[in-house]
């Protein structure tokens, strides 16, 4: 079968039917319709951009004017009559060399594979566009050479710029004015990223599933549809309910309680009505077959380990399609370990050689592919008594090696936006451990426990005074923007964020918290979009906020993760003569205690935790400047921002 489906296929016929107007248009010289008189004959007189039919000529033997029942081109580019007709014939030429080259492109793709791909259909329809502009203003150019001595004598005196005279547009005109129709219309029809191709390429570009773009047209919304039907959804089980596909990757050191985590978890969400697929780690499935890693060479080590990641991408791959094709309930996939970790066991150089030969972007693999990144600390820090390589026999860490395994991990996820530590510390017993895990999952899902989570991490939040640059430890940093948008009520907040990461990527995601008055709580949800939705999320700002920019540190000490956010200019008029620094971690200690592992590198002036007038929905706003919306009444209970 063919890379275009169904719609993907009436793309392309609607292409090349597109192509045959424009071609036709410019090839025949029935742009105009006039006739001319000489020596007593009357013909029609046919004019185009730069050709021409029955057209005077000098009698060489009588040295009179006779007319050319002929057609033909103008002598030379000069000899066009007029210079808006030789320009209207360049855009003219323009528009349908790209016009027949999309065809070109096209009409194989219908029976062939990868000659049109997700990402050059987005090229090929701002080409397809730019086509029917070249054509456009070809028809607009030529009217306006009317006024020159051959239209004169072919429609009359009163022929000039925009004014046939006598003559009527021919159809060649006419087709080229289809063509300026019907190539937007084909550029609507597949809407790029969702059903242009078959359907064993469901997976977008970015990795993860995307909402279905759309304006809201509940009332007077300006709030986005996926974003209101969302909403709705977390409030009224009768309404109707976009649903979502969440990629979560549960990593860690050896005997770090993953197995079980994923068991847990399959059974809480499969409770919930989720439907659970999870993701088999790889490497055990290779070492299982009897594969000894200690008995490979430099060589065939790094081949493994290439081959252990491209088999790791296939089998997701297949599982994130599947997960695709249920459209009637929320799904949730657990992967056994994810694309970054065979990176913890081996160098820097193998491993930008691995990614160069099997052309991924490491960006991608940590930022786009999956939502959710939890590391189980390994038991052999902070837990030894419950370290056991029982349960693994592809393991064989002692506790030291373990611990060493375990850091390395931890850092090769560093830079996921929503990477989540869960470790040892207050776990009585290893179900504390695992409830932890699940909790993490709920928050980032919106999904309510209803109290059935005991163990739960909040996000605690210092100002941050200044950095002693020589002592800090190794980090990532991303420069990011916040844009606050329009909701329709007050309790809905809605933002959107762009997360760059300098000769790396970007990402975007679009936060909305909903306030539940009977609890008086935020409950916040997160879901990544592509840059089409981001720009046009973009213009549904809200005017009485700035956009917020800043420059996030992301980096450990210990066990404890943390982000250090640095405000940058433009700053808004409540951060002006401030050097806004903030430090953010999530911990299950509460507000006002200890943690054992501050940052000394910095200078923490105060523990602001719930003072609103730090979050950045206070920040942004601009004083003297109405919101053209009731503001947010969850701003006092809100979730740290």
């Not at 430890?473 to 007050?490: C, F, G, M, N, Q």
Request: net charge neutral; glycine share 6%.
């Amino acid at each position: 079968m063919g890379g275009l489906s169904s719609v993907g296929v009436l793309w392309a016929i609607l292409s090349s039917l597109a192509s045959f107007f424009i071609i036709g248009g410019v090839l025949t010289p029935e742009w105009l319709i006039g006739q001319i008189s000489a020596k007593d004959i009357t013909l029609r007189a046919y004019f185009g951009s730069y050709k021409r039919c029955n057209y005077p000529v000098i009698d060489k033997n009588s040295n009179t004017i006779a007319l050319a029942a002929a057609c033909g081109r103008y002598e030379s580019f000069a000899a066009i009559p007029s210079q808006y007709w030789q320009l209207s014939t360049l855009s003219s030429a323009l528009g349908a060399s790209l016009s027949l080259l999309l065809s070109l492109l096209l009409i194989p793709s219908i029976c062939f594979n990868d000659i049109v791909n997700k990402s050059t259909a987005s090229v090929l329809g701002f080409f397809q566009i730019l086509a029917a502009v070249f054509i456009a203003i070809s028809l607009v150019l030529y009217p306006l050479g009317w006024n020159n001595a051959e239209v004169k004598d072919a429609c009359g005196e009163y022929a000039g710029q925009f004014n046939l005279g006598h003559c009527q547009l021919g159809r060649s005109f006419k087709k080229s004015l289809q063509n300026v129709i019907l190539d937007p219309v084909a550029v609507q029809v597949p809407q790029f990223n969702k059903t242009l191709f078959d359907r064993n390429s469901s997976k977008n570009d970015e990795g993860y599933s995307s909402p279905v773009l759309g304006e809201s047209n509940v009332g007077s919304s300006s709030i986005p549809k996926e974003v209101y039907i969302h909403t709705q959804e977390m409030g009224d089980n009768t309404s109707p309910k976009k649903f979502q596909v969440y990629k979560v990757v549960l990593t860690g050191g050896p005997c770090g309680g993953k197995t079980t985590g994923m068991d847990r978890l399959f059974s809480f969400f499969e409770n919930m009505g989720w439907k659970v697929f999870t993701v088999p780690e790889t490497a055990t499935i290779l070492l299982g077959s009897k594969v000894k890693f200690s008995e490979l060479n430099e060589n065939q080590a790094f081949v493994f380990q290439k081959d252990l990641l491209k088999t790791m991408l296939q089998i997701e791959d297949t599982i994130f399609n599947q997960a695709h094709l249920v459209k009637n309930r929320n799904v949730l996939v657990l992967c056994d370990r994810g694309a970054m970790d065979p990176s913890a066991y081996m160098s820097k150089k193998e491993w930008d050689k691995v990614l160069a030969d099997l052309e991924i972007a490491e960006f991608d693999l940590i930022n786009n592919r999956y939502n959710q990144v939890i590391h189980m600390v390994t038991a052999a820090d902070g837990a030894p008594q419950y370290y056991s390589v029982a349960n693994n026999t592809s393991r064989s860490e002692g506790l030291i090696e373990a611990r060493t395994q375990d850091e390395k991990t931890r850092r090769v996820w560093l830079g996921h936006p929503y990477y989540d530590i869960v470790d040892n510390t207050e776990c009585s017993k290893f179900e504390d451990k695992v409830l932890k895990a699940i909790q993490v999952v709920c928050d980032r899902t919106g999904v309510d426990s209803h109290d059935r989570l005991s163990k739960n991490s909040r996000k605690r939040k210092w100002l941050v005074g200044s950095i002693n640059e020589s002592d800090f430890v190794k980090y990532e940093e991303y420069v990011i923007r916040h844009d606050y948008l329009l909701a329709d009520t007050p309790t809905i907040q809605v933002r959107i964020r762009s997360r760059t990461q300098i000769n790396r990527g970007n990402s975007y995601s679009l936060t909305t918290r909903v306030f539940h008055g009977d609890t008086k709580e935020c409950i916040e949800t997160r879901m990544p979009i592509n840059f089409r939705e981001y720009t046009r999320y973009l213009g549904m700002a809200d005017k009485s906020r700035a956009a917020l920019y800043k420059k996030r540190r992301i980096f450990m000490v210990g066990n404890q993760y943390f982000n250090l956010d640095i405000y940058t200019e433009p700053l808004p008029p409540a951060a002006e003569k401030k050097h806004l620094m903030f430090l953010e971690t999530y911990t299950t200690q509460p507000k006002g205690s200890n943690l054992p592992a501050l940052p000394k590198f910095l200078q923490i002036i105060k523990e602001v935790t719930g003072d609103s007038s730090y979050s950045m929905y206070s920040l942004a706003k601009l004083p003297g400047v109405q919101c053209e919306r009731d503001e947010f009444i969850g701003a006092s209970s809100y979730k740290d921002d």
